[in-house]
């Protein structure tokens, strides 16, 4: 498989210097001397500007920050960050996806910063400046809007910082969003429909992301209860109208069958609005998509298994919850099957159990390993020749196997790592595909007081989700369209893509969905845990006081 990506290397370094930089040191840069504003550098700030996405999309960071602590992931066996999920008092300001989040989104918010500011002085085809402007603009947008959405409050810079700083203070929430609107209202007005270089911000991408702004800002809204209702209603009318420019702009479109979604082979596909690239040249993919990792259960260790590239390496990071397993009607929703691996053939001939004259119990690439999805396999586990799983295995507090076998979220397998213990995948990592902006257009509508409007946007994804000759048995009717139903809906949809806890925090569900269906951390969870935490780094680095979020 072969792709080419944006180059992101070398200017990333011209923003954000941290303040004990030795200055004396030799400059190492490709930089000769006036070519700051020139057209090779502002072209280089902004496609440095993409470059920290690979930070947090499709690393242990992003996924463990927002899948986490969740109604649908809860902690696996392995892994140094169970605190997340478990909402411990490790969870401070000193927790290293914390800190290190804001680091890398400020360094990256001060790179556009810089792209932006520059604009006007270089000299080059006017309508392309514009364009690049719009993607730093984009770009910006998004870093904040996930700024905002995990810290709350947060400084808001819109100009490059030149020199050492020990002074910042935290801008209202509004504000912060009133700067997201307008970089995407920009974007939404300057990026083309399609770009030469696939992966650079598109007007669809704006589009999308605008509809998602709107959907969430409401909640950070500080208004008397009349302002707040007439915020709201125009914010959900402004979701709906972007989601419904995305869906009726012939750009893009729900591909037939789910699973094909996910297809490696066609991850450049008609329903993906906007993706993060990775490559399989280990000089240009960065960190890699390394989602194929977490999910995993161990497969490895029962017999006639062994770890190969093929099946993955598993990390056992991140364990499906008894609540999102049971949210799928396997007789009419093929998204259970198509998204969750439960069965392991075997590979490995040397540890095949035998009989007692000898024979082994089967071959390879029959079934080893069998995740089952009901107890009433107890009896098949004690009669068949491979080991089988049932969900009291699986699912039950005091099961051994508990944190170590489920059915694993295979959305981000990849068989073309160059070695088994390669932990950098070549997968693209959608950050806006269609069925979500489908969602996105049932949910604003439905919330806007227009449920009928609504209701074909959340019935075109569950009927794309059925199983041939069952898309009527899987439609919804009015009445069963409401806020419950659609975060059910986008947890069969969107499992493990990066958006979980964030959903459930804009909706005023965190606290009761965890403490309803995630175990390990129902009992720690707090209010505050809607916010988190400001880093330690931050208040100690600011010379004017810098509020803590309350709770940490």
Same mark, same amino acid.
């Given at each position: %498989?072969?792709?080419?990506?944006?180059? $992101?290397?070398?200017?990333?370094?011209?923003?954000?210097?941290?303040?004990?930089?030795? $200055?004396?040191?030799?400059?190492? &840069?490709?930089?000769?001397?006036?070519?700051?504003?020139?057209?090779?550098?502002?072209?280089?700030?902004?496609?440095?500007?993409?470059?920290?996405?690979?930070?947090?999309?499709?690393?242990? +960071?992003?996924?463990?920050?927002?899948?986490?602590?969740? #109604?649908?992931?809860?902690? @696996?066996?392995?892994?140094?960050?169970?605190?997340?999920?478990?909402?411990?008092?490790?969870?401070?300001? &000193?927790?290293?996806?914390?800190?290190?989040?804001?680091? #890398?989104?400020?360094?990256?918010?001060?790179?556009?910063?810089?792209?932006?500011?520059?604009?006007?002085?270089?000299? %080059?085809?006017?309508?392309?400046?514009?364009?690049?402007?719009?993607?730093?603009?984009?770009?910006?947008?998004?870093?904040?809007?996930?700024?905002?959405?995990?810290?709350?409050?947060? &400084?808001?810079?819109?100009?490059?910082?030149?020199?050492?700083?020990?002074?910042?203070?935290?801008?209202?929430?509004?504000?912060?969003?009133?700067?997201?609107?307008?970089?995407?209202?920009?974007?939404?007005?300057?990026?083309?429909?399609?770009? !030469?270089?696939?992966?650079?911000?598109? !007007?669809?991408?704006?589009?999308?992301?605008?509809?998602?702004?709107?959907?969430?800002?409401?909640?950070?809204?500080?208004?008397?209860?009349?302002?707040?209702?007439?915020?709201?209603?125009?914010?959900?009318?402004?979701?709906?109208?972007?989601?419904?420019?995305?869906? /009726?702009?012939?750009?893009?479109?729900?591909?037939?069958?789910? =699973?094909?979604?996910?297809?490696?082979?066609?991850?450049?596909?008609?329903?993906?609005?906007?993706?993060?690239?990775?490559?399989? *040249?280990? $000089?240009? &993919?960065?960190?890699?998509?390394?989602?194929?990792?977490?999910?995993?259960?161990?497969?490895?260790?029962?017999?006639?298994?062994?770890?190969?590239?093929?099946?993955?390496?598993?990390?056992?990071?991140?364990?499906?919850?008894?609540?999102?397993? @049971?949210?799928?009607?396997?007789?009419? #929703?093929?998204?259970?099957?198509?998204?969750?691996?439960?069965?392991?053939?075997?590979?490995?001939?040397? /540890?095949?159990? =035998? *009989?007692?004259?000898?024979?082994? =119990?089967?071959?390879?690439?029959?079934?080893?390993?069998?995740?089952?999805?009901?107890?009433?396999?107890?009896?098949?586990?004690?009669?068949?020749?491979?080991?089988?799983?049932?969900?009291?295995?699986?699912?039950?507090?005091?099961?051994?196997?508990?944190?170590? %076998?489920?059915?694993?979220?295979? =959305?981000?397998?990849?068989?073309?790592?160059?070695?088994?213990?390669?932990?950098?995948?070549?997968?693209?990592?959608?950050?806006?595909?269609?069925?979500?902006?489908?969602?996105?257009?049932?949910?604003?509508? %439905? +919330?806007?007081?227009?449920?009928?409007?609504?209701?074909?946007?959340?019935?075109?994804?569950?009927?794309?989700?059925?199983?041939?000759?069952?898309?009527?048995?899987?439609?919804?009717?009015?009445?069963?369209?409401?806020?419950?139903?659609?975060?059910?809906?986008?947890?069969?949809?969107?499992?493990?893509?990066?958006?979980?806890?964030?959903?459930?925090?804009?909706?005023?569900?965190?606290?009761?969905?965890?403490? $309803?269906?995630?175990?390990?951390?129902?009992?720690?969870?707090?209010?505050?845990?809607?916010?988190?935490?400001?880093?330690?780094?931050?208040?100690? +680095?600011?010379?004017?006081?810098?509020?803590?979020?309350?709770?940490?």
């Amino acid at each position: %498989m072969h792709k080419h990506t944006i180059a $992101l290397v070398g200017a990333a370094l011209l923003a954000g210097l941290p303040a004990c930089v030795n $200055l004396d040191e030799d400059v190492v &840069t490709g930089l000769t001397p006036g070519s700051y504003g020139t057209q090779p550098v502002f072209e280089s700030l902004v496609n440095a500007s993409y470059e920290p996405l690979r930070s947090f999309y499709a690393q242990e +960071r992003g996924f463990t920050v927002t899948e986490f602590g969740t #109604d649908i992931f809860t902690k @696996g066996a392995d892994g140094s960050y169970k605190y997340i999920n478990d909402y411990t008092t490790q969870l401070n300001p &000193t927790a290293q996806f914390v800190q290190d989040t804001w680091v #890398d989104f400020y360094r990256a918010i001060n790179t556009t910063n810089a792209a932006i500011d520059q604009a006007p002085v270089v000299v %080059m085809d006017s309508a392309l400046k514009a364009r690049r402007v719009a993607e730093a603009r984009f770009l910006r947008a998004l870093y904040y809007f996930d700024l905002v959405q995990m810290y709350g409050p947060v &400084t808001l810079a819109l100009h490059e910082t030149k020199s050492p700083t020990t002074e910042a203070t935290r801008a209202p929430v509004d504000s912060v969003y009133d700067a997201i609107v307008a970089d995407l209202q920009y974007a939404e007005s300057t990026l083309p429909a399609v770009q !030469k270089d696939y992966g650079r911000a598109t !007007k669809g991408a704006a589009q999308h992301l605008l509809a998602k702004v709107y959907l969430t800002r409401i909640r950070d809204a500080d208004s008397t209860a009349d302002e707040l209702a007439k915020r709201q209603a125009g914010d959900f009318a402004n979701a709906a109208d972007y989601a419904q420019r995305v869906i /009726n702009s012939g750009q893009y479109a729900l591909l037939p069958r789910f =699973k094909d979604v996910f297809d490696f082979a066609n991850e450049r596909n008609q329903e993906v609005i906007w993706s993060i690239q990775f490559t399989t *040249d280990p $000089l240009t &993919t960065g960190p890699g998509n390394s989602g194929h990792l977490y999910f995993l259960a161990q497969y490895d260790v029962w017999p006639g298994m062994t770890r190969d590239v093929a099946n993955g390496r598993p990390f056992k990071r991140f364990r499906p919850t008894w609540y999102l397993l @049971g949210l799928f009607d396997r007789t009419k #929703d093929s998204r259970y099957d198509a998204q969750f691996t439960r069965v392991w053939y075997a590979n490995n001939a040397a /540890n095949i159990p =035998k *009989d007692a004259q000898g024979v082994p =119990k089967f071959g390879l690439g029959d079934t080893a390993v069998y995740v089952s999805t009901t107890d009433a396999d107890t009896v098949l586990a004690r009669t068949k020749p491979y080991t089988v799983f049932t969900p009291r295995a699986y699912l039950g507090q005091a099961s051994p196997y508990r944190d170590n %076998m489920f059915p694993s979220l295979n =959305k981000f397998d990849d068989p073309f790592r160059s070695s088994i213990n390669e932990t950098r995948g070549s997968r693209d990592f959608f950050v806006a595909r269609l069925a979500e902006t489908y969602l996105i257009a049932a949910e604003a509508l %439905m +919330r806007d007081g227009r449920p009928a409007e609504g209701l074909p946007y959340i019935n075109a994804v569950r009927r794309r989700a059925a199983i041939p000759g069952h898309e009527t048995e899987m439609e919804l009717t009015v009445d069963q369209l409401t806020l419950d139903a659609i975060l059910d809906e986008r947890a069969r949809e969107l499992a493990g893509e990066i958006t979980r806890w964030f959903d459930l925090v804009r909706t005023h569900s965190l606290l009761s969905r965890v403490r $309803l269906y995630n175990p390990d951390a129902k009992n720690n969870i707090k209010p505050f845990h809607v916010l988190r935490p400001i880093p330690q780094i931050q208040i100690d +680095r600011t010379s004017i006081p810098y509020p803590q979020n309350p709770g940490y």
